[in-house]
């Protein structure tokens, strides 16, 4: 049985499946809060938007900043949903007081000196697998995390770097158990990122929760079409509230 | 809506669902035919099991060829299914007359002549993404056999060769719906090849039955330990039980 | 030291470097004859090209087959180089009688029942590694036709697959040194298809010197933007000229 | 014609290579000393040592940080070499006042607020790929460095991650050229964590050089077995000096 993270009033494994959802990147006061309001409504229990952002060119869409922590508080006011949000600079950490789970992103899975500071924290950390790093690594940067005496660790697969062109990445589901076996930290799901695409998004989220995953984060946005940042693989709101749904049944089955 | 192929009495795809199972290697006629048995109780409607076998090295267990044929072909006549086994050489054809369901392994799936040969027949083919295939590749490959006249394919994922360590290969599950897309063609998977574990084997079958596949092949042995191949990846029939139990339950969640 | 293997009366290993060039494929008698004169003069001493061609889609053109292989004979007799074609089946064998040595490509580096029949001849056999495959893989594949009494086997390593994208390939040059520690298999380099691109094969074709390989396979092309397959990778004869030009210095500079 | 980065004395690009070498890790007085005197004599003209390391797991050796940082400066002082070592964390650029190119590894290459934090010093900067990085995004990182208004970077293949498990990595060497053809900043080549074996550092640095690379970056050791870190991959000095004088063979032979 894995362990128990607490992020505000929700509960991630020990046997608590948790659904996190929200847009890529916070783009505005309206935007926020509507994609809120409605992931809330189809069953998400923790809100998720990208403030600061890592993107792999300086020329393109970098987050609103303190401005979209700012939002993020004010949609957490207003649903009263938990928000997780990336960080990218251990000087940034006062910035987070408020928010209840800090984000690791892939590509800081290895930016040790931030994982040392967010293990001196007490805050809930969602720790996402790096492109091409292993299990074994993955593990030991849960470690660095852990050593500093922080163990509210939830890690995240999000799909690794193959050959495969047909998707962004490729979803390792495998990972759900090969952690179990290893680790008992809760394991979710991010199949927006693992796949690229909207349309495979529903059948890896239900894959996901057949697997034995503790959660899902999915990429849910109004406007998929106009997204600042990966709107190719985020979900409207009624394609989302679908996803849940079925994923519900597939928690059913498994009881 | 996936095309349907027949194999024997069984079909697969168009909402037909079917496990294939049975060792990696046929080793011996009381093996096989006590796999065979258990694996009919437990659910599988179609018995798998290697005559001729493609091994990395010259210096492995090559299979008991001919002989392995023919106690294949005795067990589907004691159990009623129909069989399903790898061939290695367009020469090898006329052995595979009374096979149901001929196999392409992954290291066949660019063999373009075996592929046009079976082509010719109109025997239901079985046909394994290559290691380092794209899913473009392998359908390219089916391509190669539908060219020639036979339909009948069915794509088979197991596995894909990665840098991560702990699995033998990488289970790429979004597969299932990335060719979904693209093709009507049955897809199912086999998750003892992708994994190489056994104990990850149950969890795999499960995600991939929530994923939308339209079958599973699975390795099981009556004796794992001492497997001439793919021990460590087979499960015992009482394994084997516990997972066709749980993937009903998956499947009438789908429902 | 590697070993040496004789081809007509060309050696490679044992100190003897070779240049391997030509067409992808042969694609009429004034093409490979052109091509064929071209090379040699520059300083090739074995003429490629291919007869039998393994396509990703069978919709592509596939090789004009025995006219082909009549063809290379043509240009055989005309310019005194022996000839290196690839083999799709193990019923093609009889054709190859007159071919000095026979190619067993990426594809086909698993085809076991190939690998053996090739390994009942005396012919030299060029084994190129496969896209996924390792070197200890390679060097079971060579085992499998070393154990039938055929000794006369060249590695070749013509690019893997990774996730770059501005490569076709990714040539691993470190397989030189790699497989020099573990086999005396004279071992060569393919850096046209290991790149894709026609603008990076001097350049590794120097290096591939430098790190000690026994020779290189180079595809030219006499007129590259019009080739019915890899035009893209193919040198024009003149380009051809200063790379063997280059590659000379090179292989002063080692003595 | 690439463009030429000054560290300290020393030129590297627009036809100045460059050798860098020393420990992976600095571990006492005595040893950088030694090391950093052996390697000058034989040719190289910058010091390397790493004194923040960055390693996979927390219980491993983290080096000797502010410690090694002046251990360094010391066998600057002695040996009159500029040295690079790498960087960690935003906040500890005020230590590396002195410090003549600062290093940012693979693991860091989208560490994007250190990328920014080293563009705003005029500070040569190393930037290494990252193990599952492709160019285009090595070259948006050094982006990142240049759009903040510091152009002296220089790019570091360093072998990225793939299938092959012979090799700690696999060394990209086309990466050479392929950058030559998308900027003109210089690229150098660091065989030594490419291969993860000292026996097969020389022929990969051979090969680097004659693929045109800018300058070679090579762990020394002065008793590897006894290494802190990466001792399998480090030359011992007399090795090293061999690798020097072949090195220097080919660039000969490239005039």
Same mark, same amino acid.
Request: with cysteine; aromatic share 4%; hydrophobic share 40%.
């Given at each position: 049985?894995?362990?128990?993270?607490?992020?505000?009033?929700?509960?991630?494994?020990?046997?608590?499946?948790?659904?996190?959802?929200?847009?890529?990147?916070?783009?505005?006061?309206?935007?926020?809060?509507?994609?809120?309001?409605?992931?809330?409504?189809?069953?998400?229990?923790?809100?998720?938007?990208?403030?600061?952002?890592?993107?792999?060119?300086?020329?393109?869409?970098?987050?609103?900043?303190?401005?979209?922590?700012?939002?993020?508080?004010?949609?957490?006011?207003?649903?009263?949903?938990?928000?997780?949000?990336?960080?990218?600079?251990?000087?940034?950490?006062?910035?987070?007081?408020?928010?209840?789970?800090?984000?690791?992103?892939?590509?800081?899975?290895?930016?040790?000196?931030?994982?040392?500071?967010?293990?001196? +924290? !007490?805050? #809930? /950390?969602?720790?996402?697998?790096?492109? &091409?790093?292993?299990?074994?690594? $993955?593990?030991? @940067?849960?470690?660095?995390?852990?050593?500093?005496?922080?163990?509210?660790?939830?890690?995240?697969?999000?799909?690794?770097?193959?050959?495969?062109?047909?998707?962004?990445?490729?979803?390792?589901?495998?990972?759900?158990?090969?952690?179990?076996?290893? +680790? !008992?930290? #809760? /394991?979710?799901?991010?199949?927006?990122? &693992?796949?690229?695409?909207?349309? $495979?998004?529903? @059948?890896?989220?239900?894959?996901?929760?057949?697997?034995?995953?503790?959660?899902?984060?999915?990429?849910?946005?109004?406007?998929?079409?106009?997204?600042?940042?990966?709107?190719?693989?985020?979900?409207?709101?009624?394609?989302?509230?679908?996803?849940?749904?079925?994923?519900?049944?597939?928690?059913?089955?498994?009881?």
């Amino acid at each position: 049985m894995t362990k128990v993270v607490q992020i505000g009033d929700v509960k991630i494994g020990g046997g608590n499946f948790a659904i996190i959802a929200g847009p890529c990147s916070v783009e505005s006061e309206e935007q926020i809060l509507e994609v809120a309001e409605s992931v809330r409504k189809s069953g998400a229990c923790i809100l998720r938007g990208g403030a600061f952002k890592a993107r792999t060119s300086p020329y393109n869409f970098q987050g609103m900043k303190t401005e979209g922590l700012e939002l993020l508080l004010e949609a957490k006011k207003a649903t009263g949903m938990p928000i997780v949000t990336e960080i990218m600079s251990v000087n940034h950490l006062p910035l987070y007081e408020d928010v209840d789970m800090i984000q690791i992103g892939a590509r800081s899975m290895q930016n040790f000196e931030l994982l040392k500071a967010v293990g001196r +924290t !007490d805050k #809930p /950390v969602l720790l996402k697998r790096g492109l &091409a790093s292993t299990l074994e690594e $993955l593990l030991l @940067s849960a470690e660095y995390i852990m050593s500093e005496g922080n163990e509210n660790v939830i890690l995240c697969e999000r799909g690794i770097r193959t050959f495969e062109r047909y998707t962004r990445n490729t979803l390792d589901l495998s990972a759900v158990p090969a952690l179990k076996e290893q +680790t !008992d930290l #809760p /394991v979710i799901i991010d199949p927006s990122h &693992a796949t690229g695409k909207s349309s $495979l998004v529903e @059948s890896m989220a239900m894959a996901a929760t057949a697997a034995g995953a503790d959660g899902l984060m999915i990429e849910v946005h109004n406007d998929p079409e106009n997204a600042l940042s990966d709107g190719a693989q985020s979900l409207t709101p009624a394609q989302f509230d679908e996803v849940v749904r079925k994923v519900k049944k597939i928690r059913e089955a498994l009881d």
